[in-house]
């Protein structure tokens, strides 16, 4: 069960209360977020929620049977939306594309990146500064210095950020220059950095491990909103499977899913879901009509001169009628509910 505790407690009565718990069998598991203040509570016996909602010190309480907790939909009614400021926001109602290359490779190529998105009405550049490549010897970003660029030039265009972050050590360094940090697939399970996340107050998008299931990624959530944060969003980006005609499987039914089961935002990611140009529109189209809150994309004024992830990314031509498309489906979608 959770429990969402009053306001400005005294550590006693919360003592106290996590005795009385675990008299009936119960162990409370503080959880501290940049909103609330709960207990999550593990055990197996049978009791009557009344009994606890009347001790000292308890605003609310719900039974939850899944065992992701905090992140399940089981408790809380009314879905997050994760709010980054200048009227930017992403959650159910709030429908937002990120688009941007794989790789930040110079500061000519951010402007007019940003100047493409401004035109198409996207709020949020995606651009990676630290890559983590299958090869050693590929190019794996422009640090620090390429993300501290990368910010100055969007700042400018009130355009936010998401970009990835790969180790702990680099979170301090990064948190002033980010507006969304991206754990991606190969980190989906990289439990200190999860931890580590969740002690900061800045949206985190966890996408799914290659070979991920939905039930990993939910448990990857729990561990940030355990650490304290509460502004997650969940990234279908497709799976490992047996085919190997198409780069990845896109899991569409993940979308869905995800959005019956968990309260948080759900992010679709078709251009590693597919990884192949000419397919990306439909796979895209797919997740708005499936359900996702938002897309993630990659783009490039010329692909084929992309330091990486070139075949899977849409020009900005491309680009621009498919933000169109998503958008008319996504009101198509709002229309049906």
């Known amino acids: 069960m959770i429990i969402k505790l009053e306001k400005n407690l005294n550590p006693q009565v919360i003592d106290n209360l996590k005795s009385n718990l675990k008299n009936i069998g119960y162990q409370g598991n503080e959880v501290k977020t940049q909103f609330d203040h709960y207990l999550i509570c593990i055990g197996k016996k049978p009791f009557d929620l009344r009994n606890v909602g009347c001790m000292e010190g308890v605003q609310d309480i719900h039974k939850v049977t899944d065992p992701y907790k905090l992140v399940s939909r089981q408790w809380r009614v009314h879905d ?172 569409v039914n993940a979308i869905a899913m995800l959005k019956d089961k968990t309260h948080l935002p759900v992010i679709g990611d078709p251009s590693h879901g597919i990884g192949i140009r000419k397919f990306v529109e439909p796979i895209a189209l797919a997740a708005v009509m499936a359900g996702a809150d938002g897309i993630i994309m990659e783009v490039h004024e010329t692909p084929e001169k992309a330091f990486s992830d070139g075949q899977q990314t849409l020009n900005y031509d491309e680009a621009g009628q498919l933000y169109a498309k998503m958008r008319q489906a996504f009101q198509m979608r709002s229309g049906w509910n």
């Open 80 to 251: 997050t939306v994760v709010d980054l400021g200048d009227d930017v926001r992403l959650g159910t109602g709030h429908f937002q594309i990120m688009a941007g290359p794989c790789s930040i490779e110079s500061e000519e190529q951010v402007v007019g990146t940003v100047k493409h998105l401004k035109e198409n009405g996207v709020r949020i550049m995606r651009g990676g500064v630290y890559k983590p490549r299958s090869s050693p010897y590929s190019f794996r970003g422009l640090g620090i210095e390429g993300l501290k660029m990368f910010h100055r030039i969007c700042s400018e265009y009130g355009v936010k950020i998401i970009t990835e972050v790969m180790m702990v050590e680099q979170i301090e360094d990064m948190l002033e220059y980010v507006d969304i940090f991206q754990v991606g697939a190969r980190n989906a399970q990289n439990f200190n950095l999860l931890d580590a996340l969740g002690k900061v107050d800045k949206p985190v998008m966890l996408k799914r491990g290659i070979s991920g299931t939905i039930d990993e990624l939910l448990y990857a959530a729990e561990y940030v909103f355990s650490n304290g944060n509460e502004r997650i969003l969940l990234c279908e980006r497709g799976i490992r499977s047996y085919e190997n005609a198409y780069r990845n499987t896109m899991d």
